[in-house]
């Protein structure tokens, strides 16, 4: 079908991703050259025959089943080195689509198989982020994730070393993984610490479970803004609340129909959630793993829920809005995204 927005306007359209995770965003290319270097053997010689080990394909069922195919990559994602690589081409990437602010989520626990401590963790991927912003000019920032299935020692552990790297690289912390085993309220003690250390907040919740993991996660875990959030619709009074409080909601369409966290695209309130006011970002959460790219983020919803131009444009701004950047860095990234839309002759 044609649609009237055309597919290049998307592509060359600025863009923010604020939801992406690090061990998400691996190229098969570069999984290949880290498997020879470490003298692994991989079950596949070639970019098309490794690529059902890293994405999920039409039948994946739930968020769990989604989540084991970071099993195949994570043992590669044991140095600094490989740390280093895959940051810098998560920058690449996103630069192809236009991304000029990236946020980059890794858990440094998940990091540590070779003898890594969680700072040399974060240094490395932090180096890596830095590296690609200079080459590619997209500005990029790192979130540490608590993980659900973790104990509060080593979530502990990730959030002071987040808070002493605060404004250098790292700009918050989030709690990932299982949510339908492990709910937030699990985590109350833990966020305290970065409530304490001031460390801004976002978390997993009403993807894999209800909404009142969403609820829990604002007013008692301190979540600024929230991963998915795609179940908020069953509870209209937490909406309001949403849209009142201005917390935006860091969506992402095509993993979210994968996860089933909806069972299609006529059950995706993202459409919703904006006539509703509430603050919806758009972004790809894992873009080897999705077999995704922004573009055809921003192309579902020009395509299935019929987002004009201008529209779309409002969802970015959200976006630069939602950074976890300080007030005189996103004045920069609003002006310079203004004069691009109105270069492509947007808004
Ligand atoms: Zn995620």
């Keep these: 079908m044609d649609h009237p927005i055309a597919y290049d306007l998307i592509r060359k359209l600025p863009k923010v991703d604020l939801h992406v995770h690090l061990d998400g965003s691996v190229k098969p290319e ?3 050259e880290l498997a020879q270097q470490r003298g692994v053997s991989l079950p596949a010689r070639s970019r098309k025959q490794l690529l059902p080990h890293m994405q999920v ?5 739930s968020l769990k089943m989604y989540l084991s195919k970071f099993d195949f990559v994570l043992p590669f994602l044991q140095t600094g080195e490989a740390l280093r690589r895959v940051a810098h081409e998560t920058v690449e990437q996103a630069a192809a689509h236009t991304i000029g602010y990236i946020e980059v989520r890794f858990a440094p626990q998940l990091h540590r198989g070779a003898g ?7 240094h490395h991927v932090v180096e890596g982020l830095r590296s690609g912003e200079r080459k590619y000019g997209v500005v990029a920032r790192g979130i540490a994730i608590c993980m659900r299935h973790h104990g509060s020692k080593e979530n502990i552990e990730v959030i002071e070393a987040a808070a002493s790297r605060s404004g250098k690289g790292i700009v918050a912390v989030d709690l990932a993984g299982d949510e339908a085993s492990y709910p937030p309220q699990f985590f109350r003690e833990v966020f305290a610490v970065s409530h ?9 919740a009403g993807e894999a479970a209800g909404a009142e993991n969403v609820l829990e996660a604002v007013t008692r875990l301190g979540a600024v803004r929230i991963g998915h959030g795609v179940r908020v619709k069953e509870n209209p009074e937490l909406m309001r609340l949403l849209a009142k409080q201005r917390i935006p ?7 979210n129909l994968q996860t089933k966290a909806v069972t299609s695209w006529e059950q995706y309130p ?3 959630y904006f006539e ?3 603050k919806v970002t758009v972004n790809t959460d894992n873009p080897t793993v999705s077999g995704t790219n922004l573009t055809k983020e921003y192309r579902v919803l020009a395509d299935k829920f019929g987002f004009a131009a201008t529209e779309l444009a409002e969802l970015v701004m959200n976006g630069v809005e939602a950074a976890f950047l300080e007030e005189s860095e996103k004045r920069v990234l609003r002006r310079r995204f203004r004069r691009q839309f109105r270069e492509l002759g947007v808004g």
Excluded at 116 to 122: F, M, T
């Design 270 to 272: 993202i459409r919703d």
């Design 276 to 278: 509703r006011g509430i």
């Design 116 to 122: 890594l401590s969680v700072e040399e963790v974060i």
């Design 249 to 255: 909601l860091e969506m992402c369409p095509i993993s």
């Design 30 to 32: 570069t999984l290949m």
């Design 57 to 61: 394909e039409d039948d994946c069922t």
């Design 196 to 204: 304490k250390r001031g460390l801004p907040v976002t978390i997993h």
